[in-house]
């Protein structure tokens, strides 16, 4: 069955740390690691960690200078012996079951590289975090070609995202300049990498994953907020860049979209219009390019694939 490592990232969230490890020693799939990295922290977080988890065999301590949260992930990766590395905030928790559950479906889908789940919102807001309004799982098959393009979230904040270590090791394969940029929001190079570079991935809501609200969450705070929004996307688009120039991809892989399409079993409403505005676009005649997007709506209507 599949093993999990999981990598907890702590920066000054002494109220709430003890409560994270210990939610990820409870599960009823018991992980092979737990290993927490610590980024430096002056709140008495290290003294906690040390006194509360010092002695026992199932957590690795981690500490060092402050370098961020990519640079935590970065770290914490580097430990991680285990088949999936699932990721956890230090001011968030888990169900017992959520690890039972990718599991699960690790277990009984080989091909799938990268699952992520709901999110349940408590502290000061509460409310569901759901991909899309999905009302259950998705097989999103792979989304290279529609993040370098458009820039969908393919994923969901950190405490909900899973990958199979040899994912999570190349997708932090980054140049140490990086951690200067992504020293907060580094969930966005797990989700952008994984896509770009070729991972499967998978929806899977479990109703698991409690994101906690409390004012200082770096997306949550200002998920609304039009400054923060326009940096976040030129941040996105500058990783999603980085990633395509490793693997060779350009503007032209636009022609091979409708091949990327046929590989979700199921797509939405917004994932056949993100395709059909791919479709749309490339170097084919206008004629050849209306007559793709055409087909991914009739391909759905007549229940199959253009």
Known sequence: MTGFAVVITNYNYRPYVVEAVDSALAQTHAPTQVIVVDDGSTDGSRDLLSER?????RVTLLFGQNGGQ???FQRGVAQAQADVVAFLDADD??????LEQLAALYDARKDVDFVFSDLQVFGDHSEQMRFEDA???????FTAISTYLLQPWYGAPTSALSMRLRWAQDTLDLPESFGKAWRLCAD??????????GARKYYLPTGCVGYRSHGKNGWYATRRDPVSLYRNRMRNHGIIRHYAQRVGMDASCVDHSKYEYRTKPSPS????????????RGESPWWKRYERALGIWAGHRQGRKP
């Open 53 to 57: 988890y010092g002695q026992d065999a």
């Open 93 to 98: 928790r888990w169900e017992p079951r959520y």
């Open 70 to 72: 990519l640079v935590g």
């Open 188 to 197: 966005a190079c797990l989700v952008h990498g994984a896509s770009i570079l």
């Open 135 to 141: 009302t259950g799982p998705v097989d999103l098959g």
């Open 269 to 280: 409403r917004q994932e056949r219009k993100r395709y059909a505005t791919l479709a749309l």
